[in-house]
């Protein structure tokens, strides 16, 4: 039997690319905290997940952004093909985003029976099939989709549709970096009591707090100090709408920065979130060290980690690749099947390789055409100089397809 709307136990999936790129057409961009709020509207959400090519520049900040707001990101490679039509040559890319997403949840249907309602983020209509395939098991699904691209086969197979543009998050085109004015008219509209204590367990909320609070994460919060709190109660189908009337009321600050809604006290001003570094050091504990040398021993054996297949599949990556990472390079490397270094050692021998000069450090300018800024990024190249980068790459044949 279908469990009632609000108490069910919900997977978000995420098309990331579908809905990222779709508003950049029209110049718009997604709210994280919109979208996740409309999944717990509906339920408890027990799995969250973004799939998308994240090394690619317009959505390199955005795993961050994700985690923020309590979704994993999922990276899932994409491939530019040359298209050569009538002498016209273009670029093709194209991904498996679909096949991911897919899979994953046929694995929750078997893995996770508790899960009994799924809301797909894409108006993709490759996913009908996929929505064909939960229904037998007795599964609730739920479509978010952007109005001008949703498959219309796709939204009629469904059980509940809503449009991201009309219903989920129906502004005008918003600026990334831009926050609501920070002393606003207070409305002369009186409120009850009960309300008035909502509105000043949210303003000491974030007053205890020393940095801002996403809002997906404030509702807990608040729960845990009003125990029956239900903004339904109040008059309001959402949370965010009853914390937009706070700020109105000049209890709290709301700032909407790196597609995630924010809320913090009235004096607090709000600092950008820092990227995490790219350089990772390892300073754990040393255990005994194996290596795809064979070698194995309490020695430090770094300096002699990086073999020539690592550096042919480095020089792969580098390929068919913008720009590379110290993260994007070391977490190829360790899915790699041929692999046997731990990934803490693995970090620790590219550090190494670092050092000894087999690879360079650069930096990459990625425009932010969102907020307007250009972010330096810390890249990695290999030194083709370097004798034993010449050695490994001069003994590659043609074919060389990055493994070993």
């Known amino acids: 039997m279908m469990k009632e709307e609000g108490n069910r136990e919900i997977a ?18 997604p709210n994280i905290s919109a979208i996740m709020e409309e999944a717990q509207a509906l339920g408890r959400v027990v799995v969250a997940r973004a799939y998308a ?3 690619n520049h317009i959505m390199f900040n ?48 078997f893995r996770y029976p508790n899960i009994d309602a799924y809301m797909l ?71 009850s009591d009960e309300l008035r204590e909502v509105y000043e367990s949210i303003k000491d909320i974030t007053n205890d707090r020393k940095s801002p609070i996403v809002l997906a994460a404030l509702k807990p919060l608040l729960t845990h100090r009003i125990r029956d709190f239900d903004e339904n109660r109040f008059g309001y189908t959402k949370f965010k709408p009853l914390v937009m009337d706070a700020y109105d009321r000049g209890y709290v600050k709301v700032v909407t920065e790196g597609l995630v809604d924010w809320v913090m006290s009235t004096g607090a001003d ?3 979130i820092e990227d995490d570094s790219e350089a990772i050091e390892y300073d754990g504990p040393q255990p005994a060290f194996r290596n795809d040398l064979g070698y194995q021993g309490d020695d430090d054996p770094a300096s002699g980690a990086i073999t020539k297949d690592t550096i042919r599949f480095c020089d792969s990556l580098e390929q068919r690749s913008r720009y590379i990472t110290f993260r994007y390079l070391t977490q190829n490397l360790s899915q790699q099947p041929w692999m046997q270094l731990d990934f803490d ?11 000894d000069g087999l690879f360079t450090r650069e930096t990459y300018e990625d425009f932010d055409e969102y907020s307007g800024y250009i972010r330096k ?6 030194n083709r100089d370097h004798p034993d980068v010449k050695e490994a790459l001069d003994t590659v044949t ?3 397809s990055g493994r070993p």
């Open 12 to 29: 978000l999936l995420l098309d990331w690319e579908n809905i990222r790129f779709g508003l950049q057409q029209q110049n718009l961009a």
């Open 53 to 55: 090519d994240f090394q």
């Open 345 to 355: 050692y693995l970090v620790r021998a590219m550090n190494k390789a670092i050092e």
């Open 398 to 400: 043609a074919d060389w």
């Open 62 to 109: 955005d795993p961050r952004r994700l985690y923020a707001a309590g979704i994993e990101p999922v990276y899932v490679p994409g491939r530019v093909y040359q298209n050569d039509r009538d002498g016209i040559v273009s670029s093709v890319r194209k991904n498996s985003v679909d096949v991911k997403l897919t899979a994953d949840c046929v694995e929750f249907c």
């Open 270 to 272: 709000f600092d950008s």
């Open 377 to 382: 990024l810390p890249t990695l190249k290999l």
């Open 121 to 191: 983020v894409s108006g993709d209509g490759d996913f009908i099939h996929l929505v064909k395939t939960l229904r037998p098991y007795g599964k609730f699904v739920a479509i978010v989709a952007l109005s001008w691209t949703a498959s219309p086969r796709l939204t009629e197979s469904a059980d509940w549709v809503k449009f991201y543009d009309l219903d989920v998050e129906p502004s005008v085109q918003r600026n990334m970096t831009a926050s609501l004015p920070d002393s606003p008219d207070t409305p002369e509209e009186p409120v």
